[in-house]
């Protein structure tokens, strides 16, 4: 795994207190609507992430990591979000490389830590 991913926390649970506290009242129901619908949509994400990257799809390995990236990000799961930047940098070059499939298996690794994080939240 690339140091910068090692050297991140995992988690920041700073970020869902700010999306909490900006739901108000509604803040737990948001919160745990919001992990809910990463988990389904980050599910058909990684599907998509595995069928671009074996036939070679390097812009579509772009679009799935910079919308990961962002939305990870927003729900605190720093290393998630790391771990697809790296991937989207390595993909933009629009050719695989010996990193690709470390990079690859990284955002995978980080998806699978982060789903008891999220499930926590629902």
Avoid: Y
């Avoid at 737990?28 to 799809?57: G, H, I, Y």
């Avoid at 990591?65 to 697809?84: D, E, F, P, Q, Y």
């Amino acid at each position: 795994m690339p140091v910068q991913t090692m050297e991140t926390p995992i988690f920041n649970a700073s970020a869902i207190e700010e999306i909490s506290s900006v739901a108000g009242d509604q803040g737990p129901a948001f919160v745990s609507e919001m992990a809910q619908l990463f988990l389904d949509e980050t599910a058909k994400s990684m599907k998509e992430l595995r069928a671009a990257t074996n036939r070679a799809d390097w812009k579509a390995v772009v679009r799935v990591c910079h919308s990961l990236k962002s939305s990870a990000a927003t729900l605190g799961l720093m290393r998630l979000s790391i771990a697809c930047k790296e991937l989207e940098v390595e993909a933009r070059s629009g050719a695989s490389s010996p990193q690709t499939a470390e990079l690859k298996a990284a955002v995978f690794d980080q998806f699978e830590q982060a789903i008891p994080i999220l499930r926590s939240l629902l």
